[in-house]
């Protein structure tokens, strides 16, 4: 399946929407669309879109799956319904991290939250519904590394020969597929998103899962959820492409009170980026590097060592896992 970037300075984002919107509005016809809201930009954007071609025959759903940054379904949704969008959210925390126990490699990580979103999740939305498409916000650089062989981005699925329709019931329309980030903001802004929304940093589909080393556990999420709130807080003003909080899987020996304190580890990751294809760290000042590790070290429960990565990608990857 051969798919044409549109490059950013090739984008009339005008014309752009316009024809999303006309589109959207052609596949769904007179029926109902399911739309996967999570706030990032890409699926942000997406939801704007489906609501000019659609109103009130999109359904739009926020999944708290539990991955999520601290507190973000009641901020994403009051923020969406004074653009005029409702937005429900769906609880399905328990499905995630039963889908999610015991697994350790990142692609079958992947796998499982493809099951579970896809199939458990939207499959019984859809029946609910009555819907027969979900759009959701899949972008260039989620195809490219997975046709690549780099990582299995858990939305790419008609791309790597997936039938959504027998497989899971529904088509997938997909209105940015051949974006890439810094387009997708583009259209974002002339969309009057607020800007929090088209210039907030890159959020993976896995959600913090995919900055968790090893299993995942309600506990492992709250550590890396707490983490990766204070990173946002001191890095939000760097200007940036991308800044997170990994947790390590293997412990380390740290001091507490004169004594041994066997803990956690979470890695620091900055970067400078266009497109996400290649990226390297930014170069942080030290004052900056020592108030995140004295702020993860103190507030965040068990954390012991706190490290900044430093090496640009290719060889490393933005998000880790």
Not at 200 to 208: D, I, N
Not at 269 to 280: L, M, N, Q, V, Y
Request: with cysteine; charged share 30%; proline share 4%.
């Amino acid at each position: 399946m051969e798919i044409n970037e549109i490059k950013i300075e090739e984008l009339n984002t005008e014309e752009f929407i316009k024809e999303k919107v006309e589109e959207i509005s052609s596949v769904v016809g007179k029926g109902l669309a399911i739309n996967a809201l999570s706030g990032g930009v890409d699926s942000s954007v997406v939801t704007m879109l489906g609501h000019k071609a659609l109103g009130d025959r999109l359904k739009t759903y926020f999944i708290e799956n539990g991955l999520m940054r601290e507190n973000e379904s009641q901020h994403i949704v009051s923020l969406f319904e004074k653009l005029g969008v409702p937005v429900e959210i769906v609880d399905a925390k328990e499905q995630f991290f039963a889908a999610l126990k015991g697994i350790t490699d990142p692609e079958e990580k992947r796998e499982a939250i493809t099951q579970t979103f896809y199939k458990d999740v939207f499959g019984k939305l859809v029946k609910e519904s009555g819907a027969k498409y979900l759009l959701q916000g899949t972008n260039y650089t989620d195809v490219e590394e997975t046709v690549a062989g780099i990582k299995r981005q858990h939305n790419i699925l008609e791309q790597v020969g997936i039938d959504t329709e027998e497989r899971f019931g529904y088509k997938v329309i997909e209105p940015v597929l051949r974006l890439r980030k810094t387009g997708i903001r583009k259209v974002g802004k002339a969309l009057e998103l607020p800007e929090e929304i088209y210039s907030r940093p890159p959020f993976p589909g896995p959600a913090l899962s995919a900055r968790v080393i090893g299993e995942i556990t309600t506990e492992r999420i709250e550590t890396v959820r707490k983490a990766t709130k204070i990173v946002e807080d001191e890095l939000c003003n760097t200007d940036a492409f991308q800044y997170l909080a990994i947790l390590h899987e293997d412990k380390v020996t740290g001091m507490r009170g004169g004594k041994r304190d066997f803990g956690l580890q979470i890695e620091v990751r900055c970067w400078e980026s266009k497109d996400a294809i290649t990226g390297s760290p930014t170069r942080l000042p030290y004052e900056t590097l020592d108030k995140l590790a004295k702020r993860i070290t103190t507030e965040v429960l068990g954390v012991v060592s706190v490290t900044y990565n430093i090496t640009k990608k290719p060889p490393s990857t933005i998000e880790a896992v």
